[in-house]
């Protein structure tokens, strides 16, 4: 019972969501057994450690794989500084 609570709420998590690309966020992908031929993904997941300790609370045959849609940290450029220009009083 405590398993489908914890499953219904993780499928919420999803289904609620407001931005479906965040789901590609993380470098590593857990990959869950629902039974039944069914399972689900979670790619939101930072590391390899994270990720095993995660599947393995779910199913014994849950496991972790590279996120195929990761595309490493978003490369923001610093602004530009504009150096202000010195007024000189008149």
Same mark, same amino acid.
């Given at each position: 019972m405590r398993k489908h609570a914890m499953l219904a709420?993780?499928?919420?998590c999803f289904l609620l969501g407001p931005n479906s690309a965040r789901a590609y966020h993380g470098p590593w992908?857990?990959?869950?057994n629902l039974g039944g031929g069914s399972s689900t993904e979670n790619c939101s997941l930072p590391s390899f450690e994270v990720c095993r300790a995660y599947a393995?609370?779910?199913? @014994?045959? @849950?496991?972790c794989r590279k996120n195929a849609n990761f595309r490493g940290? &978003? $490369?923001?450029y610093p602004?530009?500084?504009? %150096? %202000?220009? %010195? $007024?000189? &009083? $008149?």
């Open positions: 709420a993780f499928a919420a992908c857990a990959v869950i393995m609370g779910f199913a @014994s045959t @849950s496991f940290p &978003s $490369q923001e602004r530009r500084r504009d %150096k %202000k220009s %010195k $007024q000189h &009083s $008149q």
